[in-house]
């Protein structure tokens, strides 16, 4: 039977399977069908029989989707999405609602995010969320439904989907004015190789994908995520870096950058790839044409299309890493900007330069501790973050005492561990004070870090109006300092207290400005920050499709940085905005991508969130085993790990789950005691 002829066989068998594979359980697909289970049962087994695969391992009434059957319930998926997308492009002339792409790769990233922003001017109801994750992983969420389409340099072959060339842009290697081969007369191919690069690399694998010449070794000393930090890196004359040369362009013709002699690199071809149906390809051909048109005007003109790589002149940026305090400069920029497996391999350097030499001190001990404890913290990584505090507080001085203490009370705060961040930030406030006697610059850092940890924790134990006080504190600190990180800190942290007080305007104000410093220093993780804020304020003013226009901009900025724990917070929201939208299909599809991510970087709250919001969406379906299940993870990931928000937030998923199967002593118990949990009590 040919493929035609089998679909219409069995058609109408497939609304029986799609229940069935979504509850993995009879009676629960029987009662939202009402069909009895045994016809359910007669059905599927017709289904396999017809397609002569079994899509189902059975124990007793509950049955487990094998592979063949997550094949088929996955092209069902897509074909949903792409009737879905084919009635809107009915019912409209434009694009519009939400459109799911990833940009794979430097290339992709600097023309698509661009893109993505003209068309959204071009039409106010589209919403583009941007990802970007590799090709292999991106390639698998478009079969699953996921993903709408995927840009790329890697051409996928694959019966199942459409893969269109979109052009290809020429690459050279390239150094900056402080370079030594900047001013060379003379530069062999040899002479290039002997120095270090800067690469570009996958977020899953970390594999360099520059278009570097295969087969030839080099020496690469730092592997980034993000384009601009690659040519901003090349602009400073640390490193070289392989650039497209559209990208290069301007700077050569400022002399800010140099195309060295060099063998002649392979080409970077750009690809996108989406479902293989003709409504799915209709759905997004508006978004592929203008990614296209982006990169023919870029290599066209390219002193006009740098695309968001735009570097910060050489003379504001630190001087070549020859000594081991500007690797740890560079690595305190790499951090502001997101690259934190950069950033601590620019401050491992610099630690071991320093044991190499002989001069390393307990001092310095006592800085790499903390240096590496805040690239832990923003991964999310908060037990190896506190472990390392703990390690560099017996060589600190004062003022790294006060700071060490603190982010160990910043780590616990985010756990939920509130008794012992108390005890953590009482120490931190007396070596702040010790610093503050001893080093005016010292003390007011090591004070504003402080005040910081404590306003978090009077923030997170609900003592809304004390938090305020001590980020007010903490701002006034900081500018005392100079620190324009810090300040920008400062500043979105009181802003977000504000926003939870209530005071809208005077969070919009303080957000703005946030923003405002945040774009001065390129501190695109802040920037996505500040957006998700926004988006909470916009939900709160019942203002949603703004709440969805925030959260695509964040999404945005995350695009490059390669951060999983953000976009996990980024794509939680938005599934709680799409699940108060009654979108429970476009919740469920950030609540996935949000616990993929957690998941990657072992963010357990995020995890645990975006576990409820897809118990949540199965009990509005009344899906409850699958619920069940989802509950289950998240309450195990709370016990062991979370906060006592989301703690509380599991036992009443499982109070839910026992009210809707009407075992009302059960639910009463887990009520009681997720209102013990959030009381303490």
Aim: with cysteine.
């Amino acid at each position: 039977m040919d493929r035609r002829r089998l679909l219409f066989t069995i058609w109408n068998w497939l609304p029986a399977f799609q229940a069935v594979a979504e509850a993995e359980h009879l009676p629960t697909a029987s009662a939202r069908l009402r069909l009895t289970p045994s016809a359910l049962s007669r059905t599927i087994t017709m289904l396999e029989d017809r397609v002569g695969r079994k899509l189902f391992a059975r124990q007793g009434r509950a049955l487990a989707l094998n592979a063949h059957g997550r094949r088929l319930l996955s092209g069902m998926t897509s074909a949903h999405a792409a009737l879905s997308a084919s009635l809107a492009a009915l019912s409209s002339g434009e694009l519009e609602g939400p459109v799911y792409v990833c940009a794979c790769g430097p290339l992709a990233q600097v023309l698509v995010v661009p893109a993505m922003r003209d068309l959204q001017m071009q039409s106010a109801k589209l919403v583009p969320y941007v990802y970007g994750y590799d090709v292999a992983e991106a390639t698998d969420l478009v079969r699953g439904g996921q993903l709408d389409v995927v840009f790329g340099s890697v051409r996928v072959e694959a019966s199942d989907l459409s893969t269109t060339f979109l052009g290809e842009t020429s690459n050279g290697v390239y150094c900056g004015t402080r370079h030594p081969l900047f001013s060379s007369a003379v530069v062999r191919t040899e002479d290039v190789l002997q120095h270090p690069f800067v690469a570009s690399c996958s977020p899953t694998d970390g594999k360099p994908n520059d278009s570097f010449l295969p087969g030839v070794d080099r020496r690469v000393d730092l592997y980034v995520h993000q384009g601009h930090v690659m040519l901003e890196l090349c602009v400073a004359g640390h490193v070289l870096a392989v650039l497209p040369d559209f990208v290069a362009e301007r700077h050569v013709e400022e002399r800010t950058l140099r195309r060295l002699p060099f063998p002649t690199l392979p080409s970077s071809p750009l690809f996108a790839t989406c479902a293989v149906s003709e409504a799915q390809q209709e759905r997004v051909r508006s978004v592929i044409d203008r990614v296209g048109r982006a990169l023919a005007e870029a290599v066209a003109r390219p002193e006009a299309h740098a695309g968001n790589l735009v570097a910060t002149p050489p003379s504001d940026r630190a001087p070549r890493p020859e000594g081991d305090d500007d690797w740890l400069k560079m690595g305190d920029d790499l951090l502001r900007h997101g690259e934190y497996a950069a950033a601590r391999r620019a401050y491992d350097t610099a630690y071991r330069a320093r044991r190499k030499s002989g001069s390393a001190s307990t001092t310095d001990d006592a800085r790499y501790a903390l240096a590496t404890a805040r690239v832990l913290t923003q991964q999310g990584r908060y037990p190896d973050a506190e472990e390392a505090c703990l390690r560099g507080l017996a060589q600190a001085d004062a003022a790294i005492s006060a700071a060490l203490e603190a982010t160990v009370s910043l780590t616990r705060c985010y756990r939920g561990d509130f008794d012992r961040a108390r005890e953590s930030l009482e120490r931190a406030r007396g070596h702040a004070v010790a610093a503050t006697v001893r080093s005016d610059h010292d003390g007011a850092w090591a004070l504003a870090l402080v005040l910081r940890a404590e306003g978090n924790l009077l923030l997170e134990t609900d003592r809304v109006h004390q938090a305020i006080a001590a980020y007010e504190k903490c701002l006034m600190t900081c500018e005392s300092s100079g620190d324009l990180w810090e300040q920008s800190i400062a500043l979105f942290n009181l802003g977000d207290a504000h926003a939870v007080a209530g005071d809208v305007e005077r969070a919009t104000q303080l957000l703005d400005d946030a923003c405002r410093r945040k774009r001065e220093i390129d501190d695109r993780w802040g920037q996505a920050h500040v957006h998700l804020v926004r988006a909470r304020i916009s939900l709160g003013r019942e203002d949603r499709d703004s709440a969805l226009v925030e959260l695509s901009a964040g999404l945005q900025l995350a695009t490059e940085l390669a951060d999983p724990k953000l976009t996990a917070a980024l794509n939680n929201f938005l599934g709680e905005t799409r699940f108060l939208l009654g979108e429970h299909g476009e919740a469920q599809r950030a609540f996935r991508f949000a616990l993929r991510d957690a998941e990657r970087c072992d963010a357990r709250v995020d995890a645990v969130r975006a576990l409820l919001g897809l118990c949540f969406v199965q009990l509005r379906r009344d899906e409850v085993t699958s619920a069940q299940g989802y509950a289950d993870r998240a309450h195990v990931l709370a016990t062991q790990g979370g906060t006592r928000p989301e703690l509380a937030r599991s036992l009443f998923a499982l109070g839910e789950i026992a009210a809707a199967r009407k075992r009302s002593s059960e639910a009463a118990s887990f009520y009681r005691a997720a209102f013990e949990t959030v009381t303490g009590g």
